[in-house]
């Protein structure tokens, strides 16, 4: 995607309801309520600076002061890797704990390649998202799961390019003290990235090349989080 094309995206920036993202070739005049999910980003990031700010002085800003002591102080590495290599859930998860001795809970999902779809054999996927943009709106989720959940620490990798059957396609992790918060903000990761996340999938299947959109079932799941979307 052009630099033009990009700007004006990112111009067109506004929070409320939402529809699945359109791709830039197939559709190339992007909507501004299909990019929902930048204006929340930067409206999110901007309201907890100014609110946080308050609240620290006030003495009650405790997400914002103590960002070291509510993510693993020991990991030195991104939280969100966009990469077209493989990962291994157990390295991964060893990062993220570091030998932090106050995680009691792991929680961990894992998106694989399927070979069949919508009734349609899948012979192949090919992922493509928006380099820089992708990675600060899936880092500002993750902020807000910090937000919403007493958890520890997220890692969020997930692969772009061309993809077969059975290959590993992302994966979330969260570590906490205890379980239920680990559960719950994995559960909403994965809820943003199966719905509105910046990435475009395209499937090769026997009646040709075709778009994969998000599926009218999944935006209940993002509702639960009073998250609108429509993807009907």
Request: proline share 3%.
């Amino acid at each position: 995607m052009d630099n033009h094309r990009q700007m004006r995206a990112h111009n067109q920036l506004r929070p409320g309801s939402c529809s699945s993202v359109a791709h830039p070739t197939t559709e190339p005049k992007l909507r501004s309520d299909e990019l929902w999910f930048f204006g929340f980003a930067l409206l999110a990031h901007a309201g907890r600076f100014f609110v946080g700010r308050k609240k620290a002085l006030q003495g009650t800003g405790r997400h914002r002061r103590s960002l070291s002591q509510c993510h693993n102080p020991g990991m030195t590495g991104a939280r969100v890797s966009i990469q077209t290599e493989d990962f291994d859930l157990q390295t991964e998860v060893a990062a993220l704990r570091q030998a932090d001795a106050r995680v009691g809970a792991v929680c961990s999902f894992i998106g694989t390649v399927r070979d069949r779809n919508d009734g349609s054999t899948v012979a192949s996927m090919e992922l493509e998202h928006y380099p820089g943009m992708t990675e600060k709106a899936i880092e500002a989720m993750i902020d807000e799961a910090h937000r919403r959940f007493d958890i520890l620490g997220a890692r969020v990798v997930h692969r772009v390019g061309l993809l077969q059957p059975l290959d590993q396609i992302m994966m979330v992790a969260v570590i906490s003290a205890h379980r239920g918060q680990s559960f719950q903000a994995c559960e909403f990761l994965m809820d943003y990235l199966k719905t509105q996340a910046p990435f475009w999938k395209k499937e090769q299947t026997p009646e040709g090349a075709r778009w994969v959109d998000a599926r009218v079932d999944d935006d209940a799941a993002l509702a639960r989080w009073g998250i609108t979307a429509s993807n009907a």
